[in-house]
C-alpha cells in the first residue's frame, strides 16, 4: 500500500491515463514540456475496498446489466443479443477487398483517423471504420457519468456492443478488429467477450492493461480500482475544458512526424467532448485484460510504437514490459515493435504497418520497423526535423 500512496501522489497522473503510450517517457531535447493543467491534485483519500462485482468481467451479455438501470436514457437506443446500446456515432465503408475488417477509432478520434489507411487498401479489405459513441457528433450515454458510475463500466459494454450491431446489422463475416490505444484494448475485450466474432484483432498502441504510474508496477484489481477511484476520477472532474484541449493537441502536435497531419488530428481530439473522454479513460484505465487473454483463442497482434529519439535503455525496458505483459498469453498472441513512430502508427509508418497487417493475416512472420541510426538526420527529434 506504501506504493501506492507513493505513485498516486504523481501530479501527471491525468496525462498518464490519457495516453498510455506516453507513460514515463523521457522529454527529447527540442520539444516544449507539455502544457500543465492549471487545476489543484485531489485530496488524498484512503483506498476503498473492491467488491468482486467491481473487479474485471469480460462480459457484453444482457445479463451483466444492472436490472433496476437502464443502460441509457437517450432516445435513439438499438438491441441486439447483447442487450441495449446506443449506437457508433460515425460509420465510414470503403474498398471490395475479400477480407472484412473493423477499424476503430480510439478516444476523442473519428473515423478519419483511418483515412489513408482505407485509400492504401481498398483493393486488399472491405473496411468498416467507426467512431465510438460520444464522438464525431454521436449520441453519449448518460448512464455512468453520475459517481461512481464509471466502475460499471457501462460504456465499454455500451462500445463493444454496438461495433457488434454493426457487425450483425451488416451482415460482416469473420472480421478483423483492429483498433487505436482505446480502440484497440476495445478490440481486445470484444473478442475475449464474444470469441466467435472476429476472425482475428490487431490492437495499435492499445496495450492490454493501462499503466497508471511507475511501469515497472503491477498493480492488484483494488490497486487499480483505488488509483481510479481517488486519483484519476477526481483530477479529471477539476479539468478546464481549455487546458484539456490543449493536451489533446499537444502530443500529435508534437509527435507526429507530418506536421500538418499533426495539427489535424490533434484539433479532431481537442473538438471531442471532454465528459465522454472521460468517461472512456475512467472505464479503461480499471481493465486489466493480461489475466483473461491467457486463455484467448483469437489471433491477436500488439503493435507497440517508440520514439526514433529514445534511448537504449528505455527502449529495452520498455519492450520487457510488453514482454512482460503477453507473458501468460498462448502463442496466438504477439507483440511487433515499430520504431521511429508516435502512437499513430497509421500516420508515421504506414508501408511498414499495411506490410505487417498483411503478413499477420497471411499467417506469415510479422516484422515492423527497424531502428534508425540514431545519427541519422531523419532520427532527430520532432522539432529539430
Known amino acids: 500500500m506504501d506504493r501506492f500512496i507513493k505513485i498516486a501522489t504523481i501530479p501527471l497522473l491525468i496525462g498518464i491515463a490519457v495516453l498510455g503510450y506516453m507513460t514515463m517517457r523521457p522529454q527529447p531535447a527540442g520539444v516544449t514540456p507539455e502544457p500543465a493543467a492549471s ?12 467488491a468482486q462485482s467491481q473487479m474485471i468481467k469480460i462480459d457484453l451479455s444482457a445479463e451483466a446489466d444492472q436490472p433496476d438501470e437502464p443502460l441509457v436514457r437517450n432516445t435513439s437506443q438499438h438491441d441486439n443479443a447483447q442487450g441495449r446500446y446506443i449506437p457508433l456515432g460515425q460509420i465510414e465503408r470503403r474498398g471490395t477487398g475479400p477480407v472484412n475488417m473493423i477499424l476503430i477509432a480510439g478516444n476523442g478520434e473519428t473515423w478519419e483517423i483511418w483515412d489513408a489507411f482505407m485509400d492504401r487498401n481498398a483493393d486488399s479489405y472491405t473496411m468498416w471504420a467507426v467512431t465510438l459513441p460520444g464522438f464525431g457528433g454521436g449520441e453519449m450515454a448518460e448512464i455512468g457519468l453520475e459517481n461512481g458510475g464509471y466502475l460499471r463500466r457501462a460504456w465499454i459494454k455500451n462500445a463493444g456492443r454496438a461495433v457488434l450491431g454493426l457487425i450483425n446489422d451488416e451482415g460482416i463475416t469473420d472480421p478483423v478488429l483492429m483498433g487505436h490505444q482505446i480502440g484497440g484494448q476495445l478490440a481486445v475485450y470484444i473478442s475475449l467477450a464474444v470469441p466467435e466474432t472476429a476472425s482475428s484483432v490487431i490492437s495499435l498502441d492499445g496495450e492490454p ?9 503491477r498493480p492488484t484489481d483494488q ?4 488509483m481510479v477511484t481517488t486519483q484519476i476520477a477526481p483530477q479529471l472532474a477539476t479539468m478546464k475544458p481549455k487546458d484539456w484541449a490543449s493536451r489533446q493537441r499537444y502530443t500529435p502536435e508534437t509527435y507526429i512526424r507530418d506536421k500538418v497531419r499533426g495539427k489535424i488530428i490533434g484539433e479532431m481530439i481537442a473538438q471531442a467532448p471532454m465528459e465522454a473522454m472521460h468517461q472512456y479513460i475512467k472505464e479503461f484505465a480499471l481493465n486489466d485484460l493480461t489475466g483473461p487473454l491467457a486463455t484467448s483463442t483469437v489471433p491477436t497482434l500488439f503493435v507497440g510504437p517508440f520514439y526514433h529519439y529514445e534511448d537504449e535503455t528505455f527502449r529495452i525496458d520498455r519492450e520487457v514490459r510488453w514482454f512482460d505483459m503477453l507473458a501468460d498469453a498462448p502463442g496466438i498472441v504477439q507483440i511487433v515493435f515499430f520504431y521511429n513512430s508516435s502512437s499513430w502508427i497509421t500516420e508515421d509508418q504506414p508501408e511498414y504497418l499495411d506490410e505487417a497487417v498483411r503478413a499477420f493475416l497471411a499467417g506469415e512472420e510479422v516484422v515492423g520497423s527497424p531502428p534508425l541510426d540514431p545519427f541519422a538526420e531523419e532520427s532527430q527529434a520532432p522539432d529539430d526535423q
Do not use: C, N, S, Y
Open 39 to 50: 487545476a489543484e491534485p485531489a485530496e488524498q483519500d484512503a483506498p476503498p475496498e473492491v
Open 209 to 217: 492493461v493501462f499503466i497508471l504510474g511507475d511501469p515497472t508496477w
Open 223 to 226: 490497486d487499480r480500482h483505488a
